[in-house]
């Protein structure tokens, strides 16, 4: 989903918890790095070199020993390029995603860099903020799925 402001994200999780039962809401900035990395240390989860056979973004850029790649100038469908370790497609460009978490009293944070953006603006530890009203192509979001713990008899 893009063109999704922060406030509309969140009365999404609210609708989707309400329809299913189960508990949705945006990951927070710390979930959302564990799941981008999907247990690696590196720049992006394949490695510290990017290109855009691997993300979306604006390939008239480069990082690192990376070439010089395509600028789609636009989203691609999630299952462009190759899911992380943990199964998880566009971790890293296409769209910024929302997290949860406050940046300060007008803004919040977004991860993963965008279609539009430098590949460094893609690293999984880069982090980015916007007032929570924005809209535009650049932003969308995922949702984490609360899990209700284990009963003990």
């Known amino acids: 989903m893009i ?5 509309d994200a969140k009365a999404y999780c609210a609708w989707a918890s309400a329809v299913t039962g189960k508990t949705y809401r945006l990951p927070s900035e710390a979930e959302w790095e564990q799941a981008c990395r999907g247990g690696t240390k590196t720049e992006f989860w394949w490695g510290n070199e990017i290109s855009t056979a691997q993300a979306n973004y604006d390939g008239n850029y480069t990082f690192g020993n990376g070439k010089m790649g395509e ?25 910024w995603e929302w997290c949860e978490d406050a940046y300060d009293a007008s803004s919040r944070v977004v991860r993963g ?6 590949p460094d603006d893609l690293r999984s530890s880069d ?3 916007v007032g929570p009203g924005l809209r535009n192509s ?16």
Do not use: I
């Not at 979001?141 to 008899?153: C, D, E, G, I």
């Open 113 to 118: 860099g965008s279609w539009g953006n430098l």
């Open 3 to 7: 063109e999704v402001s922060w406030n």
């Open 127 to 129: 982090r980015f903020w």
């Open 138 to 153: 650049l932003l969308g979001f995922r949702v984490a799925r609360v899990l209700s713990p284990a009963r003990t008899l």
């Open 71 to 95: 600028y789609r100038e636009r989203t691609v469908p999630v299952d462009s390029f190759e899911a992380n370790p943990w199964g998880l497609y566009q971790v890293h460009g296409n769209v």
